[in-house]
């Protein structure tokens, strides 16, 4: 499978890199990420040009990383610093420095031609950093291709099916989806919205409400790594009003970045952001076990799914209905993209 190269992918979150050297394979290139001491994060390609020892297993000296096999030396900007045995540094002993933009609590890479990379392009997710917000967070590595996860994001309607007691009940199957594509700038979005639905223990626990609710499900899938569900839960019939604040719903910013590893593993980042109980630690502790639940039960679906899909006959046609109108069109985005025919689940 192709990848989406010259795109900004989260590696890791901000919390995660630090003066230990992290190990991560972003698009099949391996990646060692760490701070330096003024806190700056740096991703260099994690194969020393020596004997591609991976820096990852090896030491941090000041900001410069010493190969543990044999010490050849690197600087944050991946140059050679040091060799041992003689004075001469060859002009090619450098790696990869990848660029990096610590934004939303993520950590980004920039994959692909490296004078192409604007940090402006990077899409916002900035509930995850903001003291207004309660934020949970996991992140779920997959062995499963990139695709499937698209497909499954997308289509919410596995809620009543696969996380039945969490998350879905009989509505979200039920309420048909809307679909819009913003072709220049690449986002999906998809839109369910429940007049008078149950409430699932996900939201009935956290926000207290008891009774059915009107839930509404706005989707944003920011091609290729960042898909955003905004969910407002209300008491059944209470709807935004014509101006000022929407205080009486509750708001959950549900976070993902979608990372492809390798051809057939993934980095499924989450995050589930609120703007209500903000300081209840009994919340936030649900929400996170909650939510780690869901997300398994997708990582168990998933991985099962990339095995059926590798040792299935090439001729299997896949059959979509009209609930998979949005993941359709990530993957048409997606092969888009990527300059090729194919993506995701469609081999
Ligand atoms: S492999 Fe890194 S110094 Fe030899
Ligand atoms: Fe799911």
């Known amino acids: 499978m192709a990848f989406a190269r010259n795109q900004w992918y989260v590696a890791a979150y901000g919390s995660e890199v630090g003066r230990d050297l992290l190990a991560r394979t972003v698009l099949g290139e391996p990646l060692v990420l760490y701070r ?3 806190g700056k994060p740096v991703a260099l390609a994690d194969r020393c040009v020596h004997r591609r020892f991976p820096l990852s297993e090896s030491r941090l000296d000041g900001d410069t990383i010493v190969c543990g096999y044999h010490g050849f030396t690197y600087d944050p900007t991946g140059a050679c610093v040091f060799v041992p045995g003689q004075q001469r540094i060859p002009r090619t002993a450098r790696v990869v420095s990848f660029p990096v933009v610590e934004q939303d609590s993520f950590i980004w890479v920039w994959i692909g031609d490296l004078d192409r990379a604007d940090p402006a392009a990077i899409p916002r997710a900035p509930w995850l950093a903001d003291p207004r917000y309660a934020v949970v967070r996991g992140m779920a590595p997959l062995n499963a291709r990139y695709g499937l996860l698209v497909d499954n994001l997308l289509d919410l309607s596995h809620e009543t099916y696969l996380h039945g007691g969490y998350i879905g009940t009989p509505e979200v199957a039920n309420t048909p989806i809307t679909t819009e594509v913003d072709e220049d700038r690449g986002i999906v979005y998809v839109s369910r919205h429940m007049d008078d639905a149950e409430c699932p223990p996900f939201y009935a626990r956290s926000t207290g409400i008891q009774g059915r609710i009107t839930r509404w499900q706005d989707i944003e899938y920011h091609t290729p790594c960042l898909y955003l569900l905004h969910s407002r839960i209300a008491p059944q019939g209470v709807y935004p009003p014509a101006e000022g ?21 993934t980095y499924d980042f989450w995050a589930v952001a609120r703007d209500f ?11 996170h076990h909650s939510n780690h639940t869901v997300v398994m039960q997708d990582v168990t679906a998933l991985n099962i799914l990339e095995q059926v899909i590798t040792t299935e006959p090439d001729r299997y046609q896949e059959l979509s209905i009209n609930i998979d109108t949005g993941g359709l069109a990530a993957r048409r985005l997606l092969a888009r993209m990527i300059g090729s025919g194919t993506v995701g689940a469609a081999r």
Not at 245 to 265: G, K, L, N, Q, R
Not at 277 to 285: G, H
Request: glycine fraction near 2%; avoid cysteine.
């Open 36 to 38: 330096t001491g003024a």
């Open 245 to 265: 604040e929407d205080s009486e719903a509750f708001h959950a910013e549900i976070v993902y970045a979608i990372t492809p590893s390798t051809e057939h593993t």
């Open 277 to 287: 109980a903000i300081d209840d630690e009994s919340v936030s502790e649900y929400l």
